[in-house]
């Protein structure tokens, strides 16, 4: 199978999602987006915008795109991304377990360390792999959807062919896809760096504004030094998200402003 034969279906085609699948449909996939009638609308209109900070922009014609509100044409994917909110995990799995063959190759691209866990609980028999997404994509206007942050995809690694496949997609159009043999590592990684989200819900500024104060700085190293604790207790080393290693995190976020 060629890299333009590789059937690759979206479950759940919002802002990640979509700039998933407009990659994969650039390099030639067959891709079908799963998810609601108002980016479907979107992308009828306007087609699938792609921009990035340090690459060029990306369009993909509405012609070009095949986009369903049901899972009642995805039955032939030969690999499906699931993109769905962690609170939609189960619900999509159900709705996979009675659609897709059972050869199809389910890829859990979503935040979080639990849910290819979850789509395993109800997808018996399916090859379930977990992944990490490393950058943030944000919708900047109908069918358009920006990347401004950098980092390569991680696929939990399998023997699969179609696995192959979908990594030789996604490098061929300049986006990394690495393959882990420990991709819990990998997520609990992320999942450490992103603690600050919920030191900025309860302050209510921006991460810059939080990081400028020593404060911030302390609790923030507090919150990742607990978690950190609690994950090696289970036995999980986690891997550095970018450029700092979790140990090194906490020694910059100690010094002080002078610094």
């Given at each position: 199978m060629s890299t333009t034969a590789l059937k690759?279906?979206?479950?759940?085609?919002?802002?990640?999602?979509?700039?998933?699948?407009?990659?994969?449909?650039?390099?030639?996939?067959?891709?079908?987006?799963v998810g609601r009638e108002r980016f479907r609308t979107q992308l009828a209109e306007n087609g699938l915008t792609l921009t990035h900070y340090a690459r060029e922009p990306v369009h993909?014609?509405?012609?070009?795109?095949?986009?369903?509100?049901?899972?009642?044409?995805?039955?032939?994917?030969?690999?499906?991304?699931?993109?769905?909110?962690?609170?939609?995990?189960?619900?999509?799995?159900?709705?996979?377990?009675?659609?897709?063959?059972?050869?199809?190759?389910?890829?859990?691209?979503?935040?979080?360390?639990?849910?290819?866990?979850?789509l395993r609980e109800v997808m018996p028999g399916f090859t379930v792999l977990g992944a990490m997404v490393p950058f943030n994509v944000t919708s900047?206007?109908?069918?358009?959807f920006h990347c401004g942050t950098e980092g390569d995809l991680c696929i939990?690694?399998?023997?699969?062919?179609?696995?192959?496949?979908?990594?030789?997609?996604?490098?061929?159009?300049?986006?990394?896809?690495?393959?882990?043999?420990?991709?819990?590592?990998?997520?609990?990684?992320?999942?450490?760096?992103?603690?600050?989200?919920?030191?900025?819900?309860l302050t209510g500024s921006t991460l810059y504004a939080g990081l400028v104060q020593r404060d911030y700085r302390r609790a923030l190293a507090l919150m990742i030094e607990e978690a950190l604790h609690v994950v090696q207790t289970a036995g999980i080393k986690p891997e550095k998200f970018g450029k700092a290693s979790p140990e090194k995190m906490l020694?910059?976020?100690?010094?002080?402003?002078?610094?």
């Open positions: 690759v279906t979206i479950f759940g085609a919002g802002s990640i999602g979509c700039y998933l699948g407009g990659q994969l449909a650039d390099s030639g996939a067959q891709v079908t987006f993909v014609p509405s012609d070009g795109i095949q986009f369903n509100t049901d899972t009642r044409e995805i039955h032939d994917a030969d690999v499906v991304l699931v993109t769905v909110k962690s609170q939609d995990t189960a619900g999509a799995g159900l709705d996979l377990n009675h659609t897709v063959n059972r050869d199809a190759l389910i890829i859990s691209f979503q935040n979080g360390v639990g849910n290819a866990d979850r900047t206007g109908p069918g358009e939990e690694f399998n023997p699969s062919d179609k696995l192959m496949l979908l990594q030789s997609c996604f490098t061929q159009i300049g986006q990394g896809c690495l393959l882990s043999d420990d991709i819990a590592a990998v997520q609990w990684g992320k999942l450490l760096v992103n603690l600050n989200n919920a030191l900025n819900a020694k910059i976020l100690r010094l002080p402003n002078i610094l």
